[in-house]
C-alpha cells in the first residue's frame, strides 16, 4: 500500500528563469517548499512530499522540474487554460444516462484502457491513489460470475435476510434474463488493499471520472450494487473475477458500447437546500 509521503518527489529549481512569485510555496501542503514573495524558493528535498505535483504545475515560468518524465508539457495542456464552455458541459452532465443495453460487441482493451488512465488522474485523499482494478472485459466470463451467483442465492434459506431480494433475482434469471450483469459486455471492479481506509471513497471517485469520460468513446455505463451484493454475500465469486484474497472490493460497474440513444434530458427535482 502506498504510503501518502512514499515515492516524494524531487523537485529542481532553475533559479534564472525563476520569477520568485513565491506561487510554489504557497501551495505546497507539506512544506517541503517554502520561501516568500520576491525570493527564490527553498526546497527540502529530504522533507515530506505527497507527490502531487502542485508546485511544478502552478509555476507560470515553467521553471520548477523533477527527475520524474512523467508530467505534461505546457504546451500540451490548451484545454486546461483555454477552459470548456459552462453550457456544454453543464448540458452533457445533464444528458448522463444508466445503459443497461449494448451492442452484442466486446469492449476494446485500449478503450478500456483509455478508461483506466482517466481514472488514475482522479482526485485521492493525500494522493495515496489506493484503487486498484480487477477488469473482466470477456462477456463469457462475466455471465459466469451471474451464473454462480444466481446459483448461490437458490441455496439461501428461506428466512435469510437477503432471501426477498434473492427470489426476485432468480426469478429473473430462470425467465432467461440476467438481472445482475444485465448481460454487459464488461465489468470494472474497482478495490483496494484491505484496511485501506481511504480505498471506498477514492473509488467511488475513479469510477465517477470514467463515468463521465466513457461517453465520448461511445461507451455506457451502469453503477451496479447487485454485483457488490454478491460479492459480500459470498467473496469466493470474486476469483471468478480474478480479484485476490488481500484486496478489498469496493465497487463495481458494468460497461459497453451502448445500445441505445438518448434524445432528450429528463427533468430532475431541486434537492433541499440550507443556506449558511
Not at 431480494?165 to 425467465?175: K, R
Not at 429528463?266 to 443556506?275: Q, S, Y
Request: proline share 7%.
Amino acid at each position: 500500500m502506498k504510503s501518502a509521503l512514499s515515492s516524494p518527489l524531487t523537485i529542481i529549481c532553475d533559479k534564472d528563469a525563476c520569477t520568485s512569485c513565491g506561487l510554489c510555496s504557497t501551495i505546497c501542503t507539506t512544506r517541503k517548499i517554502t520561501g516568500e514573495k520576491g525570493k527564490n524558493p527553498d526546497i527540502n528535498n529530504a522533507g515530506p512530499c505527497i507527490s502531487c505535483g502542485h508546485c511544478i504545475a502552478v509555476c507560470p515560468a515553467n521553471a520548477l522540474s523533477t527527475t520524474s518524465s512523467d508530467f505534461t508539457s505546457p504546451e500540451n495542456i490548451k484545454a486546461y487554460h483555454s477552459g470548456v464552455d459552462a453550457d456544454l458541459l453543464a448540458q452533457y452532465l445533464k444528458s448522463r444516462r444508466s445503459i443497461r443495453i449494448w451492442k452484442d460487441t466486446p469492449v476494446a482493451k485500449e478503450d478500456i484502457d483509455r478508461l483506466l488512465d482517466i481514472a488514475a488522474y482522479a482526485p485521492s485523499a493525500a494522493n495515496i491513489h489506493p484503487v486498484k482494478w480487477a477488469v473482466t472485459a470477456d462477456p463469457k466470463k462475466v455471465q459466469e460470475f451471474t451464473k454462480a451467483s444466481v446459483a448461490y442465492l437458490k441455496t439461501l434459506p428461506a428466512d435469510h435476510p437477503a432471501a426477498g431480494v434473492a427470489q426476485m433475482l432468480i426469478a429473473g434469471a430462470d425467465a432467461g434474463g440476467d438481472p445482475i450483469c444485465r448481460n454487459a459486455p464488461a465489468l470494472l471492479i474497482a478495490a483496494s488493499e484491505s484496511g485501506q481506509d481511504f480505498g471506498l471513497i477514492d473509488s467511488i471517485i475513479a469510477l465517477s471520472y470514467i463515468d463521465i469520460f466513457a461517453p465520448s468513446l461511445k461507451i455506457g455505463t451502469c453503477w451496479v450494487g447487485y454485483v457488490m451484493a454478491m460479492l459480500n454475500l459470498k467473496p469466493d465469486l470474486g476469483k471468478i473475477l480474478g480479484i485476490p484474497d488481500n484486496w478489498t472490493p469496493q465497487y463495481a460497474m458494468l460497461i459497453g458500447y451502448q445500445g441505445v440513444a438518448f434524445s432528450q434530458i429528463p427533468p430532475r427535482e431541486t434537492p433541499e437546500i440550507i443556506w449558511n
